[in-house]
């Protein structure tokens, strides 16, 4: 696996730049699909959800526009690690770009329910023909919908985590345990879909977080440390 020193040097430019897309990641996903919503969407109260959506409109643009930087922040992580990756295992790290693409697309497809809450709710001609509290209810229908979404699909996402730990964990200029944690990540990920799927009761958030803590340990060493460049420039 040894690399030229200045194809190392591209690598290092491109661990600081999966460090900088990964912050960014966090940071807008944390707005668009956790804080914003929840001052949006109140559960089980389509009336004040609804007007709540109405009485805030940027707020609410708000929301989808932090997920839009998250996907676009992702779809440049999945092009950085491929990068990063692809000396360890080119298919593998292919493999996980795949992964990656379709759980940001059926995301994106989720997010999209969300955001037509505010299409139910503005002055359409179309629903008009609907009174203002199926409107109410049809519009918190959209985002729960959105909701489903997202959490049946999360093991796709969850897989691609997996994927990009095992490289990680594999690479030897990667810190091996950050790699773990990723794959442990990835798997709270899909035991979470599965959960939701097939045993509701025990679909906690708490799977998430050791993705998330994974995560913010992975970004601040892309920031800090990058890649060790004597492993990839020494000798087989």
Known sequence: MPVTPDHADTLQRYARAAGVAMLLSIVFGFLGEMYLPGKIIVAGNAAQTAANIVQHPMLFRL???????????????????????????????LLSVFFGIVGTVT??????????????????SVMAAFTVEQRNALALLATKIAGTIAWLFLCIYGIATMLRGYLIAKSGYLPKLLGILFMIGGAGFFLRSAAFLLAPAYSSPILLMPLALA??????????????????????
Not at 68 to 80: G, N
Not at 107 to 124: C, H, K, T
């Open 107 to 124: 995301f994106a497809v989720a997010q999209s329910s969300f955001y037509s809450a505010s299409v139910i709710l503005g002055d359409s």
């Open 63 to 93: 929301s989808f526009a932090a997920y839009l930087v998250e996907a676009i922040c992702d779809v440049a992580l999945m092009v950085f690690f491929y990068i990063l990756l692809k000396p360890v295992n080119r298919n593998l790290a």
């Open 215 to 236: 995560a913010i340990a992975l970004a601040a060493w892309l920031l800090t440390r990058g890649v060790d460049r004597r492993v990839l420039t020494s000798p087989a």
